[in-house]
């Protein structure tokens, strides 16, 4: 979804093409979890270089520049040929640099960084969500018949449920508020900051230039103000106003304030879809010898938090 509308491509049946994507993409997202030593002891420089860290930055680096650059090319390329009122994301931004209207001048590179943030920000983060909320369902059988029934019982059979289909499910988006809520599936610490003056938060001096990191982990998971904060209990959300929007700090796995997550209208519509036709036309079994108490939640360690060991479900057609 996110190729189609930044690049205006599927990367799914593409080959060679498909493969080098899908290499390059878990290696970028490898080293932004990494640990780099000069970010915390400066002249330490040289252990990362030795640990061979550059070398491996450098290399994404470059096979991000030349993979987008042959996008950019693509894309300005008159003789291409372009669906009728087919914009993407790069085309915008192309259109920007022409018209040359904004109170700088966009460079390629300014254009490569956005379909950067956009990749990393958007494909991961869903798709780690998704197989969390199918691991909660799983390990608790109340709810997944629950949030079937509410949608079973009011649809008449279709083929695909469509976005407006969904809107009435309170149930199917508790579970996604509570999904969010206790797996955090993207950056359980946020993304980190650094203060530009001094000041005081909490009670606590922060000195200029302090890395900062909000722990909205503990926060979600925050027994004063959670009541059975390690229970899945997506009814939480039916009884409270809560949401994830920014304005309430107990619930923040999109951020907050003026970097709040710019894409959570389009997560929440995408993870409402794919979870609601997920549960709407299939029954999911756990594998034979499987019990809902052998489905682990170790987590891999990163900007995204993926489950550790795959998830491993059979579905069977709901007739
Ligand atoms: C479950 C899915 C997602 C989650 C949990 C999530 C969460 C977040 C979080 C926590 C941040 C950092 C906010 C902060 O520092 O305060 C962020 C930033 C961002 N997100 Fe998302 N995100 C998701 C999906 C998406 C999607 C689908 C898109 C694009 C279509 C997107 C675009 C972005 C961008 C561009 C930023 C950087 C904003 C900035 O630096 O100003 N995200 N997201």
Not at 155 to 165: A, G, V
Request: net charge negative; proline share 5%.
């Amino acid at each position: 979804m996110i190729c189609r509308i930044a690049f205006g491509k599927s990367y799914e049946d593409e080959g060679h093409e498909r493969s080098r994507f899908h290499e390059m993409l878990p290696e970028f997202q490898a080293l932004l979890a990494e640990f780099f030593v000069a970010d915390y002891i400066p002249f330490t420089g040289w252990i990362d270089k030795v640990r061979g860290l550059h070398g491996r930055v450098d290399k994404s680096f470059k096979e991000f520049d030349e993979f987008y650059q042959e996008i950019i090319d693509e894309h300005l390329d008159p003789n291409r040929e372009q669906i009728k009122d087919e914009e993407v994301i790069v085309d915008v931004l192309l259109q920007l640099m022409k018209e040359r209207s904004l109170p700088f001048d966009i460079t390629f590179d300014h254009i490569k960084g956005v379909l950067m943030n956009m990749l990393v920000a958007a494909t991961d983060t869903t798709s780690a969500t998704l197989v969390w909320a199918m691991t909660a369902l799983i390990k608790n059988p109340r709810v997944m018949k629950k949030v079937q029934e509410e949608i079973r019982n009011s649809e008449s059979k279709k083929y695909f449920l469509e976005e407006h289909d969904i809107q009435k499910f309170h149930y199917l988006k508790a579970v996604i508020k509570e999904t969010q809520r206790l797996y955090l599936p993207a950056a359980p610490l946020l993304v980190s900051r650094e203060s530009r003056e001094k000041c005081t938060i909490g009670g606590y001096n922060i000195p200029a230039k302090t890395i900062l990191y909000v722990n909205a982990w503990a926060i979600q998971r925050d027994p004063n103000v959670w009541k059975n904060p390690e229970k899945f209990y997506p009814e939480r959300f039916l009884e409270s106003s809560i949401n994830f929007l920014g304005k309430d700090f107990e619930l923040i796995p999109f951020g907050a304030g003026r970097r709040i997550c710019p894409g959570i209208s389009m997560v929440v519509a995408s993870l409402e879809l794919i979870l609601a036709n997920l549960v709407y036309f299939f029954d999911w079994k756990l594998p034979d010898g499987l019990m809902e108490e052998d489905i682990d939640t170790e987590m891999l360690p990163g900007i995204a938090q993926h489950k550790k060991n795959p998830l491993r479900l059979v579905a069977n057609i709901y007739k």
